[in-house]
């Protein structure tokens, strides 16, 4: 069986934002913790062998060129290089706004997609045609899929493109298109990035993003693992060290209840209150008596 690594809006460099702060909360980095949870991400996929890797653009934050962000890029595509693991690679549109793409020196095992028009790259060992087009202006207003090529035979085709859909799911437009559009291409699946959760639709998939940068982005993080073995499937992979979730509670019994309840799978769990205002401080010191919980406001 065939095993592919689909990622999306990595955004190394990027900040958590709106954490919480009170005394006795866990200290959490709001820069370093991004870089570990793309760590931890790079890790499994090499621990685990994958075939091949496709990023579905935004690598990278704009408002962070700093040349860690560049060395952390550069480390990542050469260590899945150095492990066998080819790379497909469109950029997003916060790659278009940031110098960075420019100063990566991909290893040949990267293919980076075209901006001017889509290109089709084959992974022949593996029987896979991939067809992507980079996101190269700032606002990309225009249906980049519609121009996409059809389907090679006797191969798993797969489109990549960084693209808001038709922008229900978010607030900033990008090489907007639809469903039906993709679906016409004929592809085995799109791997698509722009939207942080993760979202299934037909035979597209968003990954989500491997870190929970804003308050909103709640639930397990990783990305999405593709598995060919006469048909096609994706599945969730969870590696961030840190998540975010809402605790949604009317009494002090359900808090300890939903703390008690929580499988924990990352280091780092950041509640955000949703109930009466007397419930926060019951609510952090059940937060001191759970390692590596807190708790936030709305």
């Known amino acids: 069986m065939i095993r592919l690594a689909h990622l999306a809006d990595i955004h190394l460099g990027a900040r958590l934002r ?3 702060e009170y005394p006795g909360c866990p200290v959490i980095d709001p820069v370093q913790t991004a870089y ?5 991400l790079l890790q499994r996929i090499l621990a685990e062998r994958y075939d091949g890797v496709l990023i579905a653009g935004d690598l ?27 790379v497909a690679l469109a950029w997003g549109n916060h790659d278009a706004e940031s110098p960075l793409p420019q100063q990566l020196r991909p290893p040949p ?3 980076i997609a075209p901006a001017g028009a889509p290109g089709t790259h084959r992974w022949p060992e593996l029987g896979i045609a991939l067809h992507a087009r980079s996101i190269a202006a700032r606002d990309e207003h225009r249906d980049l899929a519609a121009d996409y090529p059809a389907p090679l035979p006797d191969v798993t085709n797969i489109g990549i493109l960084h693209t808001s859909l038709t922008g229900e799911r978010s607030r900033r437009p990008c090489a907007p298109t639809t469903s039906a559009v993709l679906d016409a291409r004929g592809y085995d699946y799109w791997a698509l990035g722009h939207i ?4 299934w639709i037909g035979t597209a998939a968003y990954a989500g ?13 990783g990305y999405l693992e593709l598995r060919l073995g006469g048909t096609l499937t994706s599945h969730a992979v969870d590696t961030s060290p840190i998540v975010r979730e809402s605790l949604t509670v009317a009494t002090e019994d359900e808090i300890w209840k939903q703390f008690d309840n929580y499988p924990v799978a990352a280091t780092t769990v950041i509640w955000t209150l949703h109930g009466p205002d007397h419930l926060l401080e019951p609510a952090r010191e059940a937060a001191r008596q759970h390692p590596g919980f807190t708790v936030g406001k709305p």
């Open 18 to 20: 709106a954490l919480p």
């Open 36 to 40: 570990d949870a793309f760590d931890a």
């Open 60 to 86: 990278f934050d704009r408002h962070e060129a700093d040349p860690r962000t560049l060395a952390a890029a550069q480390r990542a595509l050469d260590d899945l290089h150095d492990a066998g693991v080819p």
């Open 109 to 111: 095992g990267c293919w």
């Open 196 to 199: 942080h959760q993760r979202t």
């Open 209 to 221: 993003s491997p870190h929970p940068a804003r308050k909103s982005e709640t639930g397990p993080r």
